[in-house]
């Protein structure tokens, strides 16, 4: 045995490779199983007519349904139409805040990236509550207020709409999103190219057009295609936002196509079939680009330089400022005033406040359950990405196992399925196995989709941990004859822990959050907070639905903060 080279894999005796072959076959086998057996599942069920668990009758009725009938098509473009708008929008705010917190002398810089690192964990569902109270066309504070002036009559704006379900998206994780992961690769971008356009003459906002906008296009297109994906993600706030306009999107459609009575299953896998084949293209898109740019934008004559805002130093703090607390603060108060309402958005009636809400809703039995369900599965998720996800980065990062390649690229397939969709496969895939249908419902399946939803992300983090790590380590643990575990065990966990712990964090908050991918699995006994919220919402309880939004934003925020405190951070490498 010899020792590996800077670039090299490990190498392990014969009888330790054999065995590791077999521990790395199965993880292969058990991660084909989660990621792709649900969309075979799916495929193959929107070509039957029968129900899961019934003999099977192969059929084009969902695919004929899906294609002719009235609405069907129309959803799936309204997705893409909103998708591609918001998106837009977005980058026109990003950008320039992402720029200014990496590269000028911006008073509070990173108390301000930490401000929309807040607003990108903050639940959608408690945002949409907080603009419903602004600008509910029958009682919204705006409208209310707008209407007082002379020559205005009605709402200025109806929160149930195309426009806006933009706005609570772009308001809420749609710019949060590009600032968190745009601002550590600005940081990383040499400034030589900035003071030779600065000494040529330029202006700081001409340098900014004309030399590191192009600089930093690939980390901004690559970034368009990742939030384009996670757009089509979406799906609570246009279920709240555009069933009472009758607007529906994609993941609406097949919500209600489950929910009929009886279920329509194969015009909602005919539907989720095609978002699918539409969306895969951009995750290999994403993916060929990403792996194949070489744009150095760090390198040994790297030095960074702050950007002096002089003058405008102020109001650009006030304005960044105001944008950052209209995305956190405005909404966590406004969700604490409607809870406290006796009727959601009436300021002027008699008895306004009350504490009946708060009283009614943790002491029922359906708050408990759904609170001990949301530790169970977030917490459950947080321990299998953790310890699941860093074996398979150690698999495709320090190994030479014949199937890493394929093994990674299945880690990016969660990315570029909408959580709608990936719920539906997983659906079709339980109701479809006998052997499988007892775990319906249960938390088990709850936490294994929501450990698949945060897989590519999870993966991505450990896998550049992983990268860092000498292989001098390992090998003169193998050279004392210790096996490929023992190794794993007492050399490379203990290294990796603070970014397994970061990892764990992460996939807790995002699972707590959860609606998309879990609204079709979870059951009366088994839904967390997410979906108790949404089923309040839906009946339109908003008060109520208030109160579940802030025991939500207790629990994130204060993870948020525990992630904070080990350092975690999230951006794209130039």
């Given at each position: 045995m010899r020792l590996a080279k800077a670039g090299q894999f490990l190498h392990l005796p014969s009888l330790s490779l054999r065995l590791n072959t077999f521990i790395f076959t199965v993880v292969f086998i058990l991660v084909a199983?989660?990621?792709?057996?649900?969309?075979?599942?799916?495929?193959?069920?929107?070509?039957?007519?029968?129900?899961?668990?019934?003999?099977?009758?192969?059929?084009?009725?969902g695919w004929r349904k899906a294609l002719t009938e009235p609405g069907m098509l129309d959803s799936v473009a309204n997705t893409f139409k909103v998708s591609f708008v918001r998106q837009g929008l977005a980058f026109l705010f990003a950008v320039p805040i992402a720029y200014v917190l990496a590269r000028t002398n911006l008073p509070g810089k990173h108390w301000l990236e930490f401000l929309f690192w807040i607003a990108l964990l903050i639940p959608g569902l408690v945002v949409t509550i907080a603009w419903i109270l602004l600008l509910d066309p029958d009682y919204g504070l705006v409208n209310e207020w707008v209407q007082?002036?002379?020559?205005?009559?009605?709402?200025?704006?109806?929160?149930?709409?195309?426009?806006?379900?933009?706005?609570?998206?772009?308001?809420?994780?749609?710019?949060?999103?590009?600032?968190?992961?745009?601002?550590?690769?600005?940081?990383?971008?040499?400034?030589?190219?900035?003071?030779?356009?600065?000494?040529s003459g330029a202006s700081n906002i001409g340098t900014f057009a004309r030399i590191f906008v192009p600089v930093m296009g690939p980390s901004i297109l690559v970034l368009i295609l990742m939030?384009?994906?996670?757009?089509?993600?979406?799906?609570?706030?246009?279920?709240?936002?555009?069933?009472?306009?009758?607007?529906?999107?994609?993941?609406t459609?097949?919500?209600?196509?489950?929910?009929?009575?009886?279920?329509?299953?194969?015009?909602?896998?005919?539907?989720?079939?095609?978002?699918?084949?539409?969306?895969?293209?951009?995750?290999?898109?994403y993916r060929w680009y990403s792996g194949r740019r070489r744009?150095?934008?760090?390198?040994?004559?790297?030095?960074?330089?702050?950007?002096?805002?002089?003058?405008?130093?102020?109001?650009?703090?006030?304005?960044?400022?105001?944008?950052?607390?209209?995305?956190?603060?405005?909404?966590?108060?406004?969700?604490?005033?409607?809870?406290?309402?006796?009727?959601?958005?009436?300021?002027?009636?008699?008895?306004?406040w009350t504490l009946s809400n708060?009283?009614?809703?943790?002491?029922?039995?359906?708050?408990?359950?759904?609170?001990?369900?949301?530790?169970?599965?977030?917490?459950?998720?947080?321990?299998?990405?953790?310890i699941g996800f860093s074996i398979i980065a150690y698999i495709t990062v320090r190994t030479r196992f014949f199937a890493r390649e394929p093994l990674n690229l299945m880690t990016w397939i969660p990315l570029a399925l909408p959580g709608i969709i990936l719920g539906l496969g997983v659906l079709a895939m339980v109701l479809g196995n006998p052997f499988l249908r007892p775990i319906y419902g249960t938390h088990y399946i709850l936490i294994g989709i929501a450990a698949v939803s945060g897989m590519t992300l999870s993966v991505q983090m450990l896998?550049?941990?992983?990268?860092?790590?000498?292989?001098e380590l390992e090998e003169a643990s193998v050279i004392t004859?210790?096996?490929?575990?023992?190794?794993?065990?007492?050399?490379?966990?203990?290294?990796?822990?603070?970014?397994?712990?970061?990892?764990?964090?992460?996939?807790?908050?995002?699972?707590?959050?959860?609606?998309?991918?879990?609204?079709?699995?979870?059951?009366?006994?088994?839904?967390?907070?997410?979906?108790?919220?949404?089923?309040?919402?839906?009946?339109?309880?908003?008060?109520?639905?208030?109160?579940?939004?802030?025991?939500?934003?207790?629990?994130?925020?204060?993870?948020?903060?525990?992630?904070?405190?080990?350092?975690?951070?999230?951006?794209?490498?130039?």
């Open positions: 199983v989660a990621v792709l057996y649900p969309i075979l599942i799916m495929i193959v069920q929107s070509f039957q007519s029968s129900l899961p668990g019934q003999p099977v009758e192969w059929s084009l009725v007082r002036l002379p020559f205005i009559n009605g709402p200025i704006f109806d929160i149930y709409s195309y426009w806006g379900i933009i706005l609570v998206f772009t308001a809420s994780t749609g710019v949060a999103f590009k600032v968190v992961l745009l601002t550590p690769a600005f940081m990383n971008m040499d400034a030589a190219l900035e003071d030779a356009s600065r000494v939030a384009f994906i996670h757009s089509l993600q979406t799906f609570e706030i246009e279920l709240i936002l555009g069933s009472p306009s009758r607007f529906f999107v994609f993941g459609k097949i919500f209600d196509l489950i929910r009929d009575d009886p279920p329509q299953y194969p015009a909602a896998t005919a539907i989720g079939t095609m978002i699918m084949i539409s969306v895969l293209p951009l995750i290999v898109l744009f150095t934008t760090v390198g040994g004559q790297y030095r960074s330089n702050v950007v002096e805002l002089r003058r405008w130093k102020w109001p650009i703090f006030a304005g960044i400022l105001s944008l950052g607390l209209l995305a956190t603060v405005a909404p966590l108060i406004l969700l604490v005033v409607g809870s406290f309402m006796n009727i959601f958005g009436f300021f002027n009636i008699r008895d306004t708060w009283t009614d809703v943790l002491t029922r039995d359906a708050f408990i359950t759904s609170l001990r369900n949301t530790l169970i599965v977030s917490g459950g998720a947080a321990l299998v990405a953790s896998q550049a941990v992983m990268r860092q790590i000498s292989f004859g210790a096996s490929w575990l023992q190794t794993y065990r007492w050399v490379v966990l203990p290294i990796i822990t603070p970014s397994m712990i970061a990892v764990g964090l992460l996939v807790f908050i995002l699972t707590s959050r959860n609606v998309s991918s879990i609204a079709l699995l979870g059951t009366r006994n088994t839904r967390p907070l997410s979906l108790l919220q949404m089923d309040y919402l839906l009946d339109g309880k908003l008060a109520e639905g208030a109160v579940i939004g802030t025991v939500m934003v207790v629990i994130t925020v204060g993870i948020a903060i525990a992630a904070r405190a080990f350092g975690f951070r999230v951006g794209l490498r130039s």
